[in-house]
């Protein structure tokens, strides 16, 4: 059984910097595609950064490409966002999500078929 399990959001302040991690078992972790969605209030979801399953190849949506980091331990099955310069618009829920096949970027979601239950990340100005 595929299971996903965020942690590390919380509240911070504009300009200030969260990592979150994303622990995954039941699967051939090093196999797949991982990515981070997020959904913010009234909007829909989207991928904002994706990672192939060598680490070689990773996708940065223009709104966080700089301030945020995608990276992943596969010996360890965990996938991380480091998360610099934060903005009050990045302030949403925040998903992890393992996909088989080519690794698409923008990351599609019905590519991904394996969700964890998301974390919420708090930005203030």
């Known amino acids: 059984q595929v299971q996903l399990v965020e942690s590390g959001g919380g509240s911070v302040q504009a300009g200030g910097s969260l990592r979150l991690s994303c622990a995954a078992s039941?699967?051939?972790?090093?196999?797949?595609?991982m990515a981070w969605f997020r959904q913010a209030p009234g909007k829909e979801r989207e991928g904002v950064t994706g990672?192939?399953?060598?680490?070689?190849?990773?996708y940065y949506a223009d709104s966080v490409k700089g301030r945020f980091t995608i990276s992943r331990d596969n010996a360890k099955k965990e996938l991380y966002l480091q998360m610099n310069s934060l903005k009050p618009e990045d302030t949403a829920i925040y998903y992890c999500?393992?996909?088989?096949?080519?690794?698409?970027?923008?990351?599609?979601?019905?590519?991904?078929?394996?969700w964890g239950q998301g974390t919420q990340v708090t930005v203030s100005s």
């Open positions: 999500a393992a996909g088989s096949g080519y690794c698409y970027f923008p990351p599609p979601e019905y590519q991904y078929n394996n």
């Open positions: 039941g699967y051939d972790y090093s196999n797949y595609c």
């Open positions: 990672i192939s399953p060598g680490g070689g190849r990773t």
